[in-house]
């Protein structure tokens, strides 16, 4: 969040044309807090600190790709202008909350962690 706006990337997962959180899958050797730092570091040009969990359903099946996945998702604060490099298919805006919230191209788990964060409630 920044001035109460959420960042959120527009991009292809699978084939399907979805509203996320910048993230992606933790490599070996790697915590989930490291992936989150590192992928905004690769999606944004951002460097960022984790400042709480927010939401961590389990393992699901996703709704892009049909396959199973493990989402975590973090709190975090950063600072600095986003720059997403010519090579990462995806686009990157902060949006009001409520549009995200009440858009069909977000997950309900993004929109869990989400709530939680507006709430306070993590």
């Known amino acids: 969040m920044r001035e109460g706006r959420v960042l959120v990337a527009a991009e292809h997962v699978g084939h399907v044309f979805c509203w996320k959180f910048p993230g992606g899958r933790v490599e ?45 998702y973090f709190q975090v604060s950063g600072s600095g202008e986003i720059e997403v490099p010519a090579y990462e298919p995806l686009e990157l805006a902060f949006e009001d909350p409520r549009r995200a919230l009440g858009n069909a191209l977000m997950a309900e788990p993004e929109k869990t962690a989400l709530n939680r964060l507006l709430a306070g409630t993590y």
């Open 28 to 72: 070996d050797g790697e915590s989930a807090e490291d992936a989150v730092i590192r992928e905004f570091k690769e999606e944004a040009r951002l460097c960022v600190r984790v400042e709480r969990l927010l939401h961590s359903p389990g393992t699901l099946l996703s709704p892009w790709t049909g396959g199973n996945y493990t989402p975590v």
